[in-house]
């Protein structure tokens, strides 16, 4: 059986109260430095389209055995990104899906297992989009995000609720 929170011996555990701090500070950057923008929904970028492109990046991710983090922050880069007004179009939704997903992999996977280069990207976006489109929507959305490159994902939250 796990202790309950208010176990005075587990209260006084360094390791809780470290996981106590960063469970705070990831909270407090969520509601702060990473709270997305209120915005209404923008057609056609709600609803199945984001599902599908979503879904899309955690598949990609799966297949390619990479940190499921770099899905989350991509989802997360790719709606702060419609809400700033960086994506306009369907074209441009589709470039933000895929550089959103290459600029979590950048933040959250190992340089030295990068699977998905940029190469590989134009290449599944069936050459729509060159190496050039994808870096200049990435220059776009990081100036757009105020270099905040780094929110607090659910894996994140749930590796340390696991410490406890």
């Not at 809400?83 to 306009?88: L, M, N, S, T």
């Not at 060159?130 to 200049?136: L, S």
């Amino acid at each position: 059986m796990r202790p309950n929170s208010q176990d005075p011996l587990l209260l006084q555990d360094p390791t809780y109260a470290h996981v106590r701090d960063v469970l705070k500070q990831m909270r407090r950057g969520e509601a702060t430095s990473y709270r997305r923008p209120l915005s209404k929904p923008i057609e056609p970028f709600n609803g199945v389209w984001r599902q599908q492109i979503i879904e899309w990046m955690y598949t990609l991710v799966k297949y390619c055995k990479l940190r499921h983090e770099a899905a989350a922050a991509g989802a997360y880069f790719l709606d702060t990104a419609v809400a700033r007004g960086v994506i306009k179009t369907p074209s441009d939704y589709q470039l933000g899906a895929m550089t959103s997903l290459y600029l979590g992999l950048k933040v959250f996977d190992s340089p030295s297992m990068r699977v998905v280069r940029l190469s590989s990207l134009v290449k599944l976006g069936n050459a729509e989009f060159t190496e050039n489109d994808i870096i200049q929507m990435e220059r776009d959305m990081v100036k757009a995000m105020g270099w905040r490159l780094n929110p607090p994902t659910p894996n994140c939250f749930l590796q340390q609720y696991l410490v406890l």
